[in-house]
């Protein structure tokens, strides 16, 4: 499925583009990330993308491939990483608010 992603600021840093992005994820959590991609947003190239956490969830943005990978906050196994990546086909919808998001890119 996809990302529902709402523009909320845009703007010009010299050559270089910002906006302010609310993105709701789906129904069906994809193990690895869901795409994101400048296309998705109307550039052409990312620089930096920055995820507040929400809801427990940590995001990050992977540049290689354009994913956006989603982070339970809490594991209680110390044996584990601090974090593990939401399961394959977790209902994000429900589980994790909108994700506040400032690109930067071209």
Do not use: H
């Amino acid at each position: 499925m996809a990302l529902g992603i709402t523009t909320i600021k845009e703007g010009s840093m010299g050559d270089l583009r910002y906006k302010v992005l609310q993105i709701a994820f789906d129904s069906s959590y994809v193990t690895g990330g869901e795409p994101f991609s400048p296309d998705d947003v109307g550039m052409d190239f990312f620089y930096s993308v920055q995820c507040q956490p929400t809801g427990g969830y940590s995001v990050t943005w992977l540049k290689a491939g354009n994913l956006l990978k989603v982070w339970e906050g809490d594991n209680n196994n110390a044996a584990d990483a601090p974090g593990v990546e939401a399961g394959s086909t977790d209902d994000l919808s429900t589980s994790m608010a909108i994700v506040e998001t400032f690109v930067i890119g071209i």
